[in-house]
């Protein structure tokens, strides 16, 4: 069966026939590269969308830089501020100590789960993200030369106003949230996995390990474009994006070994209603053979009952 990506993506929403398919005739080279490329259109359509929001929340924020940012100054991978920053724009957290390395720094004290982004600068690097997907964490001492307020806003306007430096920015968010979006996808594909051999064990089918990886790579399709509608639109993803997304990973995992089992009960009733076929086939063979003999006999008694009239 051949089948483009959109088409599989479609299928593997709207179609449960797909998993036993999968299941048992797809090669897992194949059920990977749906996997991975799907991971890309969904890294590709939220780089997109965060540049976007980015630029826009730039456009807002840089007329109040100057009033808003405090003097600091990075130099020899450190930061060093004049007064220690901690406010938010526009749903974006601005953080800032030039006391304590990021390893010293207790997150779930800062309270950043109600934000939709955050900057943090901590004395030694630079973390960048959210309480949902994570953080990139940017280390001082990887850059080159200092940095300071007016150097900072200097390169924000070039990045704002050149092509160049937005399409190497989407290039950068691109590539981080493809690698974030394939570990964190892959954990979850392994815990959906475990689940559908439960369900397996339930529903009394047997299939390989590998074999429910390749249908958990399809079942996450949905629940995993339920999380990008909640990003683009609400901004993160709150309990009722999470809940949504469980509910249908579980739903999804249960129709998908029913077709399993579906397919299993119709496999064995044709292979008993063929094998009733061959056995009654073999059956007529042998009738017929008989009557073909008989027959033969029939006619030999003729033939001598002819003769012995005869003489």
Request: proline letters at 1%; one cysteine or more.
């Amino acid at each position: 069966m051949k089948l483009g990506f959109f088409a599989r993506m479609y299928l593997a929403i709207t179609d449960f026939r797909l998993y036993p398919y999968v299941v048992q005739k797809e090669k897992w080279t194949k059920a990977l590269r749906y996997f991975l490329s799907f991971i890309l259109f969904v890294s590709i359509v939220l780089s997109i969308s965060g540049k976007i929001k980015i630029h826009h929340w730039l456009s807002e924020f840089m007329p109040e830089y100057q009033d808003r940012i405090t003097e600091f100054e990075v130099n020899n991978g450190e930061l060093t501020v004049d007064k220690n920053m901690d406010f938010d724009f526009l749903g974006v957290k601005i953080y800032t100590t030039d006391e304590k390395d990021f390893e010293e720094v207790d997150m779930r004290l800062l309270d950043l789960d109600k934000y939709q982004f955050s900057i943090l600068a901590f004395k030694d690097s630079l973390a960048i993200g959210n309480s949902g997907f994570g953080y990139a964490l940017f280390p001082y001492q990887q850059m080159k030369g200092t940095m300071n307020k007016q150097e900072l806003y200097s390169k924000i306007n070039r990045m704002m106003t050149h092509r160049i430096y937005q399409f190497i920015f989407t290039s950068l968010l691109l590539i981080s949230l493809f690698i974030i979006l394939v570990i964190t996808r892959l954990s979850y594909i392994v815990l959906i996995t475990l689940m559908l051999m439960l369900l397996g064990f339930v529903f009394k089918i047997k299939y390989r390990f590998r074999d429910y990886m390749k249908a958990s790579a399809y079942i996450i399709t949905l629940p995993t474009i339920t999380e990008v509608i909640a990003l683009i639109c609400v901004g993160g993803i709150n309990d009722y994006a999470t809940i949504t997304y469980y509910l249908l990973c579980y739903v999804y995992m249960f129709y998908a070994v029913r077709a399993l089992k579906l397919n299993d009960i119709l496999t064995a009733t044709q292979e008993k209603i063929m094998s009733i076929k061959t056995e009654t086939q073999e059956a007529n063979s042998i009738l017929e053979q008989e009557k073909q003999n008989k027959e033969k006999e029939n006619n030999v008694d003729e033939k001598n009952d002819n003769e012995n009239k005869k003489e």
